[in-house]
């Protein structure tokens, strides 16, 4: 299958500060890219889809100034927590795919602590 | 609306067989997919269907039923290790994933 690679697998951070994590696909393009965050013991929730050269999309609820997307190059995005907070702590998934029939692989996760 | 049903949680027999079904509703349908989730970890793949019937592979197998909505995943002879949650996701007419849940899969010796 197609690998996904993750960074930073862990992190933790003072309330107030910006975190960074990014996403690559190594061995496809991935014209696009899908953010996910996973509280303890609840199910996948859908942040935004990354879409290569253009604005991502983001879903209900979800605050566009807070979570950044950037997805400059066909391999690579980047999520931003700006300004993090308590609240914001939680398990950040990427997943991308290298087309058609859309299979999603998936990144180890980032697991962000905000002290 | 789009919508994906599956249990919330199994319990099964080390070296038996297990069943998790999952049921769709989506604006369109282009594949079923499971995912095996172990606890702090990312989902990984399993299985994709786009036609009816069962895909074997190895101890796991996933069947579908489109004019049903209906898709299961069978696990054979289990092993402790296949302690995890299980995530079923249809992709609908825009090739969007909406997930389910996830059912999680307690194996007891």
């Known amino acids: 299958g197609a690998v996904v690679s993750q960074h930073p697998s862990w992190v933790i951070c003072k309330s107030g500060t910006s975190v960074k994590i990014e996403c690559r696909s190594l061995?496809?393009?991935?014209?696009?890219m899908f953010w996910y965050r996973q509280f303890p013991k609840q199910s996948l929730m859908l942040m935004a889809t990354?879409?290569?050269?253009?604005?991502?999309?983001?879903e209900q609820g979800v605050e566009k100034d807070k979570f950044l997307i950037n997805h400059a190059s066909l391999t690579l995005s980047t999520l931003t927590v700006t300004s993090a907070h308590p609240e914001d702590s939680s398990f950040y998934i990427c997943?991308?795919?290298?087309?058609?029939?859309?299979?999603?692989?998936f990144g180890a996760g980032t697991r962000l602590s905000v002290l | 609306g789009q919508n994906i049903d599956q249990p919330t949680e199994m319990t099964a027999t080390e070296g038996a067989i297990v069943q998790i079904n999952c049921t769709y509703q989506?604006?369109?349908?282009?594949?079923l997919f499971w995912y095996q989730q172990h606890a702090g970890e990312a989902p990984t793949f399993l299985s994709y269907?786009?036609l009816d019937g069962l895909e074997e592979k190895g101890r796991f197998s996933s069947f579908l039923s489109r004019s049903k909505g209906y898709s299961y995943l069978l696990l054979k002879e289990l092993q402790m290790k296949d302690s995890a949650s299980y995530l079923c996701?249809?992709?609908?007419?825009?090739?969007?994933?909406?997930w389910g849940a996830g059912t999680k899969l307690i194996i007891k010796p």
């Open positions: 996701a249809a992709s609908d007419s825009n090739y969007q994933l909406i």
């Open positions: 990354s879409n290569e050269g253009s604005k991502a999309t983001y």
């Open positions: 989506t604006s369109g349908f282009n594949g």
């Open positions: 997943s991308a795919g290298p087309g058609e029939p859309n299979i999603q692989y």
């Open positions: 061995d496809f393009q991935a014209t696009t």
């Open positions: 269907n786009v």
